[in-house]
């Protein structure tokens, strides 16, 4: 038995008997309601419905006229990428849900010993925390997500600026302004509303960096030694202090360059290179290293991004932004 709906959608007026029940969708047509929904950009999911006894000769099928109905009922646009809502229609019936929201930005951490994202059951300060609280409770979400382009270790200072991508989970509105955020030594610009696509775009993405590390006071003949460093290659097995979360292996990474004063240097080096590594040596791990160039002890005993190169996000932000 088919509906009227149903039985004209898939030509069988006149073949099949036509009651309230439907063997095909389930009495949904009575059952959708639109009327309150917070966005007109949405995802339609339909799932659940079989017609496959009925396929011979059809004008059209249940989900594509679901979705042409809803779409002229209720003037929705349809984007199944970057949706404010997601709209489930089954026969159990229709489940209305906010889709997440992307919002990019770039954040400079003006302390130490704040790590970039939450440690759970843990007392400690971090930039996710201290950006999605602001911005999630700006937007209604019931959470969020930081998803950034690398970190910072805890005790290091980022004055460089460093991309990020703010996954708002359940939002109440969608329209995102641009605005500054300060905030337990945290400063935070957010430029946007992005695509989804974006996020891994940023997260996926290794940028090369200049670091500023202090250093023990260097004698004329160091700083020139240190100075005339171009382009070497490095060897680096996972350190130490970081080997219960990484893969333990060696990595090779180049150090561009470096202008070496008394008590400080600036490092110009490939993105993923263990600085604090490359100064004091990790016991032979990383090799060479400044100790060994110089034949003495040396411990960066203080580390700040001071520059990332990442501005084609800029350009990639005009192109994916919403």
């Known amino acids: 038995m088919l509906c009227r709906k149903c039985a004209e959608i898939y030509n069988l007026e006149g073949l099949v008997s036509i009651g309230d029940r439907c063997d095909i969708c389930k009495g949904i047509w009575d059952r959708i309601d639109l009327s309150e929904l917070p966005s007109r950009r949405v995802s339609i999911r339909i799932s659940g419905f079989d017609d496959s006894k009925y396929l011979l000769q ?4 249940l989900n594509r006229a679901i979705k042409d109905l809803l779409k002229q009922r209720y003037g929705l646009e349809i984007d199944n990428t970057d949706p404010d809502v997601y709209i489930d229609i089954s026969p159990d019936g229709v489940e209305i849900s906010r889709a997440e929201l992307f919002v990019f930005g770039r954040y400079w951490k003006l302390r130490n010993y704040v790590s970039q994202k939450r440690w759970r059951g843990k007392n400690i300060s971090s930039v996710e925390e201290s950006i999605g609280k602001v911005v999630a409770e700006r937007y209604g979400a019931r959470d969020y997500k ?13 004055i460089g600026g460093r991309p990020f991508v703010l996954e708002l989970i359940e939002p109440q509105h969608f329209q995102v302004s641009p605005e500054l955020i300060n905030t337990n030594g945290i400063t935070a610009i957010i430029y946007g ?12 993405s290794h940028f090369d960096k200049g670091y500023l590390c202090t250093h023990r006071e260097l004698d004329d003949a ?9 382009n070497i290659k490095v060897s680096q097995y996972t350190p130490r202090r970081v080997e219960r979360r990484r893969v333990l292996k060696t990595r090779y990474r180049k150090i561009y360059s470096i202008r070496a004063f008394r008590n400080f240097s600036y490092i110009y080096a490939e993105a ?12 032979g791990r990383t090799r060479p290293s400044v100790s060994e160039i110089l034949n003495k002890n040396t411990e960066c005993l203080s580390l700040t991004v001071s520059r990332i190169y990442d501005r084609f996000l800029d350009i990639a932000y005009r192109r994916y932004r919403l």
Not at 222 to 230: A, G, K
Not at 272 to 283: L, V
Request: hydrophobic share 35%; proline share 2%.
């Open 272 to 283: 993923g290179t263990y600085i604090k590594e490359f100064f004091h040596g990790d016991g």
């Open 146 to 158: 930081m998803h950034a382009s690398g970190r910072e270790d805890i005790d290091a200072f980022n």
């Open 222 to 230: 160091e700083i020139v030694r240190l100075n005339d460093i171009r």
């Open 193 to 204: 509303r992005v695509r989804r696509v974006f996020r891994s775009l940023v997260s996926d």
């Open 58 to 61: 059809p004008k059209t099928t």
